[in-house]
């Protein structure tokens, strides 16, 4: 591209295509996935109780995206997993993360400077991981620009898509928390990343693959740092996707007139607060006649039961006289 040739930016991108993941870079994203893991409600409580099952979930957080591609695309999904360096190394960072002494691997990874490095790293191999399952998907059905940037987006954000499936393994099942439903920043920005790669191996984007490389990681870095910095989970099309989704899905609200609520309400219908709350005077008026009340009943009662002792005594008397 002639702009990035102006700005010297060529060799730089052309050196950020061919830097080598493994070690440093697949460090960071084992690091940064396996904290997020733990960091969900009740996974130190699962790694207590059963190491295995927080080994395998943690399995699927550093390797979703390449198991959930290879399944896609009819391939062994433990292919995965061939790579021994690879586990080796996710294996050793999930026992430090998990069982280090004084949890002293996680609190310090927790410091907001080497978090935000170690976030900015794992951006990097984002992108690595979408352009890779774009060209893996190309190569099994070429210019399928729909396959590519499903197979991108499940390489690029796999651990998330498959959230449900890990956390049926931790004894939970909570699948109102679908990515599908509520998508999260990694599934959204992955899914974009999806698409560009996708339209530039189809040629329907005019930009060579290290320059789309550079640009897209350099947003990614950036606007991840900018998040973090700002304690913020809006991202910088936030705006964008909100006018969307109000123009074109958003269902138009039917709220009620004033007119209508008070008809709804009915007449002469109050409130609970107005039936408990009276005001003085009249709560003063009822005690007085409740009270008066209770005295007439109580003088009746007393008018009765003298009666009846004045009605027993001539019963009595008659029949003293009839005897006598």
Known sequence: ??????????????????????????????????????????????????????????????????????????????????????????SLIWYLVFYSPQDLVHRSASLLPIRIVLSGMKEVTRTRKVLAGVVQAQTHYKDAILVMIAVGWAKGAGGGLMSNFEQLIRGVWKPETNELLKMSYPTKVTLMGAVIFSLQQCQYLPLQKHHLMFIYTVFLVVNKTTMMLSASSSWLFSPVEGAVYSVLFAEPSAEPSPASASLAKGPGRTSSSDTCAAPQGEGKAASECQNGAVASDSEGEAAAMSGTRDRNQSQSSGRSKKTD
């Open 1 to 90: 591209m002639d702009l990035l040739a102006f700005l010297n930016v060529n060799e730089l991108s052309l050196g950020m295509a061919k830097l080598p993941m493994y070690p440093l870079f697949d460090t960071a994203h084992y690091i940064v996935s396996l904290m997020a893991l733990k960091e969900q409600p009740g996974a130190v409580a699962v790694s207590r109780r059963s190491p295995l099952a927080c080994w395998f979930s943690s399995m699927l957080f550093c390797f979703g995206g390449a198991i959930l591609s290879n399944l896609m695309l009819a391939e062994p999904p433990v292919a995965a997993l061939s790579n021994g360096g690879n586990v080796l190394l996710a």
